[in-house]
């Protein structure tokens, strides 16, 4: 029975912390004149260690240290202006070069052009196959 009690337990504590939403940091930074944005996220409450602050960059999570001096104001993100931030968002691309047009009037990349390659290739290995065929 406690070992049942037990996985309950911790059932619930993971189940709670998946329910979770994450709570996002804007670092504001002092302005120093050379054209940044003057703004961080953090995915994590930045943490004073001596004379610099110790954060995980949102959405990469590479931790990162700012000096004291040169961080404005640490606020916490609202769950509205924390989706704004959020770039999981599908965002529609172009053409690849690589893959070349995918519109039909453009004329290119679609399956006429691999058409006529195996047609090509069909081609110059027709005159091979006599000259590999076994003599037996």
Known sequence: MPKRLAFA????????ALGAEQALYEIELVPSG?????????????TLKGTVYLFHQYPTGT?????KSTVKQITKL???????VNPTALKPIG??????????SSGGGGP???GRARDA????????????????
């Open 9 to 16: 337990a911790v059932l619930l504590v993971c189940a709670s």
């Open 34 to 46: 050379k054209g940044d944005s003057g703004k961080i996220v953090s995915r994590d409450l930045p």
């Open 63 to 67: 931790l990162i240290s700012v000096r």
């Open 78 to 84: 609202s769950p509205k202006a924390a989706a704004a």
């Open 95 to 104: 053409d690849l070069a690589m893959q070349g047009p995918k519109s039909a």
């Open 112 to 114: 006429r052009n691999m």
């Open 121 to 136: 290739a069909a081609a110059a290995n027709a005159g091979t196959a006599g000259r590999t065929a076994s003599p037996d």
